[in-house]
Each structure stands twice: as C-alpha cells, then as structure tokens.
C-alpha cells in the first residue's frame, strides 16, 4: 500500500464549474499537508499548505484536512482554462523527505 | 529572478554514459533537493543536501552521486546510464527543511 494514494485522473469538467481533488494517506504522524500546481513540462510550484486538521482558503482555492480519516481535498471554485494542469498532493514525513501523489490531471474545458 | 536553474532541459544518453545534471539557485537557500518523477510513481528524492558541505541519501539514491559544490549549486551524477534511469529530473531548492521548496524546469532525460 503506498503511503499517499491520489487519483491520477483525468478530471475534465466545464469552466465556472467546482472542482474536488482528494488524496488519502496512511501514515496518521503526518502533520504537514501541502498542494502542488505543475503545468505540462514545467516544475511543480506550491499552492497551498496546512498544518494539522482545519481549512484553509487562498481566493479561488481552499485546502481541507480531516485526520480522522486521513483525507486530504483541494477546492477550485469558479475553475478556469488556466488551471488546466496537475495537481499534486504532499506530505512532510520527515525534515528533508516530502511524500508526493501521483498526481491528478484537471482539464478545465472553455 | 531566476530561481531554481536546471540544465540541461533534455539529454539523450546511450547505456552505460555518464553525464552530470547542474542546478543552481539564486534565492540563497540552505538546503536542496534532486528528485525524479515517473510515470504512475510520484515524485521520489534521490538525495538532499540540507546545507553546504551535508548530502544524504534518499528515497531512491542508487545509481546516483551528488556534489553540492557550494551554497548555489548541487550536481546529480549518473555514472553509468541504466534505461531504468529514464526519467524527469527535478532540482529543488528551500529556505530549510520544513519550508516551501521551490522546484527547477526539469531535465527530461532517456537513456537508450
């Protein structure tokens, strides 16, 4: 079983519409919670992050944990042709080691 | 503004080459990062240099050698290409270990 499971997609949806993209961990000592944004052959560049449980909103975007049931989401509300990319979930296993999904491809279709 | 810089962008290696992947950053960052993404695997760490001087091991560090040659630049070397080495390499860079990272453009890499 690996440690972070993230549907790899894709996930077409219209513009304007809400999108939801979840990841589910194992590991119940994960603290740190963070979404990666990477745009077809670029770098990964970071979204948002979260410590311990709770939301946490950033305009368009809101990140959301529940530890209870070690689920993690990422909210795009109102999406837009631009945030066509993949979206990457993240969690701190250690000081220097980051535990990374596979990824979710989104297409927001005009 | 440049950021994380990587090079190259894309190499071509035939089994058993040896090639060296630069990466530089210009935000005065402590600590970097070389990582590969595969396909269906997510982003794995090969290995980390948490300050100047330090390189250790991660996730997936054979076949690989590291220099961090000063607090700019960290180099990936393969010594003997293997096509299980074909893959995106990713160069990262942070402020320390518990801070955001920063990731280079990537060096597309296929060894045939």
């Known amino acids: 079983q690996k440690e972070v499971e993230q549907d790899p997609g894709p996930l077409s949806v219209p513009e304007g519409a809400i999108v939801s993209l979840n990841c589910t961990y194992s590991?119940?000592?994960?603290?740190?919670f963070m979404w990666y944004r990477q745009y077809s052959r670029k770098g990964p560049e970071l979204l948002m992050y979260t410590y311990s449980s709770g939301n946490k909103e950033d305009g368009r975007f809101t990140a959301q944990v529940d530890k209870s049931s070690k689920y993690i989401s990422l909210f795009i509300r109102d999406s837009q042709p631009s945030d066509s990319a993949t979206y990457l979930c993240?969690?701190?296993?250690?000081?220097?080691?980051?535990?990374f999904g596979t990824g979710t491809r989104l297409k927001v279709l005009a | 503004n440049a950021g994380v810089t990587q090079t190259p962008k894309f190499q071509v290696l035939k089994t058993g080459q040896s090639m060296t992947l630069q990466c530089a950053q210009d935000?005065?960052?402590?600590?970097m990062y070389w990582y590969r993404q595969d396909p269906g695997m997510g982003l794995r760490l090969i290995y980390y240099?948490?300050?100047?001087?330090?390189?250790d091991k991660g996730e997936v560090p054979n076949g690989y050698n590291v220099s961090r040659l000063n607090k700019r630049e960290f180099s990936l070397r393969l010594e003997s290409a293997a096509p299980s080495q074909t893959s995106v390499y990713f160069c990262a860079s942070s402020d320390r270990g518990n801070t955001e990272a920063f990731f280079g453009q990537g060096t597309r890499l296929t060894v045939v």
């Open positions: 993240a969690m701190r296993a250690g000081t220097y080691k980051y535990i």
């Open positions: 240099s948490a300050s100047e001087g330090t390189t």
């Open positions: 590991n119940s000592a994960f603290q740190y």
């Open positions: 935000m005065n960052h402590n600590s």
